[in-house]
T-cell receptor
Framework: DQQVKQNSPSLSVQEGRISILNCDYTNSMFDYFLWYKKYPAEGPTFLIS?????DKNEDGRFTVFLNKSAKHLSLHIVPSQPGDSAVYFC??????????FGAGTRLTVKP | EAGVVQSPRYKIIEKKQPVAFWCNPI?????LYWYLQNLGQGPELLIR????????DSQLPKDRFSAERLKGVDSTLKIQPAELGDSAVYLC?????????????FGPGTRLLVL
């Protein structure tokens, strides 16, 4: 069962514009959410996280928004840069420390 | 600070052969994870260790997969015998204490191709 879903396999944006990556989850027990970034031939790298007690967390150009009632989170990158081109994974965990990942969204930022 | 180290980076074997992957976590990290990542999908947990104890191996196919972390530091994941469907990337991750809301740090993975 896919408890974390990233319905857009790919996204293409122009450099300087905003990138919005979306993620939905089904398990209401999830209370911690993360975004990982993955370049080819490398492992996923932690990008940003948010606890369920918050609805927004910001780190430089990256902001994660959490809508618990909709079981939806999103990652905003602004302004987007060509170096942001990668696969982005959404992940969620609950109090049993069981982390589930989405299938990933491939972001391409065009110069 | 060195990250999670995995070897080999790539492995090609014929079906029914055994294969082993090695992982050295970040120094001081007590919790170690092995994940399987199929093409076009996210990582899926195979096994989680707290020091040398496997605390979650519910997703590990125990008929052919085994893992060990004898001294609570580095770990080995083994497949015997390998099947065509085992072709995937095997990721190792570590975290300080496996606590709640703790970030996991991933190694580069071992890409396995079974022919």
């Amino acid at each position: 069962d896919q408890q974390v879903k990233q319905n857009s396999p790919s996204l293409s944006v122009q450099e300087g514009r905003i990138s919005i990556l979306n993620c939905d989850y089904t398990n209401s027990m999830f209370d911690y959410f993360l975004w990982y970034k993955k370049y080819p031939a490398e492992g996923p790298t932690f990008l940003i996280s948010i606890s369920s007690i918050k609805d927004k967390n910001e780190d430089g150009r990256f902001t994660v928004f959490l809508n618990k009632s909709a079981k939806h989170l999103s990652l905003h990158i602004v302004p987007s840069q060509p170096g942001d081109s990668a696969v982005y994974f959404c992940a969620a965990s609950s109090n049993n420390n069981d982390m589930r990942f989405g299938a990933g969204t491939r972001l391409t930022v065009k110069p | 600070e060195a990250g999670v180290v995995q070897s080999p980076r790539y492995k090609i074997i014929e079906k029914k052969q055994p294969v082993a992957f090695w992982c050295n976590p970040i120094s001081g990290h007590n919790t170690l994870y092995w994940y399987l990542q199929n093409l076009g999908q996210g990582p899926e947990l195979l096994i989680r260790y707290e020091n040398e104890e496997a605390v979650d191996d519910s997703q590990l196919p125990k008929d052919r997969f085994s893992a060990e972390r004898l001294k609570g530091v580095d770990s080995t994941l083994k497949i015997q015998p390998a099947e065509l469907g085992d072709s995937a990337v095997y990721l190792c991750a570590s975290s300080p204490n496996g606590g709640l809301q703790e970030t996991q740090y991933f190694g580069p993975g071992t890409r396995l191709l079974v022919l």
